[in-house]
């Protein structure tokens, strides 16, 4: 079983920049490709990001490009999404989420690849 704590979100003016943590226990993730995605209420769960176990790479949403990064620190089992130029529509709840499988097809995007998510935290971009 593995258990993840997302934090840093908040209330942000557009254009404005939020760094948001997933701290992973329970089970090391380091072999996992990690994601981030997003919700707003009567909408589907939308992919943000995703990054593969080394971290080197990376795969973004086309309406993140540019302005989110992901990373992680496998040694402290933690992955991270620094987020600049905010919006108004990036305004949801950012969950992160664990890959189902080590070495699984790249990138997964779609949300049933995932195994393991945690309960979200909420980011508000004011205009």
């Known amino acids: 079983q593995v258990q993840l704590v997302e934090s840093g979100g908040g209330l942000v003016q557009a254009g404005g920049s939020l760094r948001l943590s997933c701290a992973a226990s329970g089970r090391t993730i380091s072999n996992y490709a990690m994601g981030w995605f997003r919700q707003t209420p009567g909408k589907e769960r939308e992919f943000v990001a995703t990054?593969?176990?080394?971290?080197?790479?990376?795969y973004y949403a086309d309406s993140v490009k540019g302005r989110f990064t992901i990373s992680r620190d496998n040694a402290k089992d933690t992955v991270y999404l620094q987020m600049n130029s905010l919006k108004p529509e990036d305004t949801a709840v950012y969950y992160c989420?664990?890959?189902?499988?080590?070495?699984?097809?790249?990138?997964?995007?779609?949300?049933?690849?995932?195994?393991?998510w945690g309960p979200g935290t909420q980011v508000t971009v004011s205009s």
């Open positions: 989420a664990v890959d189902r499988t080590i070495g699984s097809s790249w990138p997964q995007a779609g949300p049933g690849s995932y195994g393991y």
């Open positions: 990054i593969k176990w080394g971290g080197v790479l990376r």
